[in-house]
């Protein structure tokens, strides 16, 4: 099974700041998602990447293969980025089922 | 909106009984995933259904069992409900098949909230 650490757990940042948010994995993959799971609980995926770096407005995915880590930033964070910012992955192996899950980071931005 | 329905988005009942949850995919996602979501364990995967056909099981409880219909709707029940069953409840969709290749993007449903009293 894969092992997913994220940090931080919480995150309080003012809005404006640069935010980061670290996923390490113990097992090789072939791919990592990164999710948004808003205060109301529903959830959406930001992006799936498998190498690089992927950029979608304001947030920016980055992983790198070989050190088993992906990053996540958003840059001008605003009070509407608050929420828990989930990454995960594929088990052992290379399969695709079953993603293990991080426990999360809790961001908050304050106005 | 992601495209995937789920219902109820509420239940409440009482130990012992026996609940479904519905979910509707994406148009045209062949892959319907469940995911259960307690306040302890965080996310997990339970079942992955493609085509109709079982792919892959998580953690998911013998007292707990899926199916996905012809129309790809796929509805998981739970059954001899205890109090820790109480959770979120998750599906998600994709088009493409996995087996040993990623994982195609997830689009998730709103949840359905069960509260176990």
């Known amino acids: 099974k894969n092992e997913v650490e994220q940090s931080p757990q919480n995150l309080t940042a003012q809005e404006g700041e640069f935010i980061t948010i670290n996923c390490s994995y113990s097992?090789?993959?072939?791919?990592l998602h990164w999710l948004q799971q808003h205060p109301g609980g529903g959830i959406v995926s930001l992006f799936m990447?498998?190498?690089g770096k992927k950029k979608h407005g304001r947030l920016i995915a980055t992983i790198n293969i070989q050190e088993k880590h992906s990053s996540l930033h958003i840059t001008a964070s605003h009070p509407r980025d608050s929420a828990v910012y989930i990454c995960?992955?594929?088990?052992?192996?290379?399969?695709?089922?079953?993603?293990?899950f991080g426990k999360g980071t809790h961001l908050i931005i304050q106005p | 909106d992601s495209g995937v329905t789920q219902t109820p988005k509420h239940l409440i009942t009482a130990t012992g009984q026996r609940v479904t949850l519905r979910c509707s995919p994406r148009?045209?996602?062949?892959?319907v995933y469940w995911y259960q979501q307690s306040l302890d364990q965080g996310l997990q995967f339970l079942i992955h259904?493609?085509?109709?056909?079982?792919?892959a099981k998580g953690n998911i409880l013998e007292r707990f069992s899926a199916q996905q219909f012809p129309d790809l709707h796929s509805e998981l029940n739970l059954s001899s409900l205890e109090l820790g069953d109480s959770a979120l409840y998750f599906c998600?969709?994709?088009?493409?098949?996995?087996?040993?290749?990623?994982?195609?993007?997830?689009?998730f449903g709103e949840g359905s909230r069960l509260t176990v009293l």
């Open positions: 259904y493609y085509n109709g056909e079982e792919r």
């Open positions: 097992v090789g993959i072939s791919a």
């Open positions: 148009s045209g996602d062949l892959s």
């Open positions: 990447l498998s190498s």
């Open positions: 995960a992955v594929p088990p052992s192996g290379g399969g695709a089922d079953g993603l293990t």
């Open positions: 998600a969709s994709s088009h493409k098949k996995t087996s040993d290749r990623p994982t195609g993007e997830l689009f």
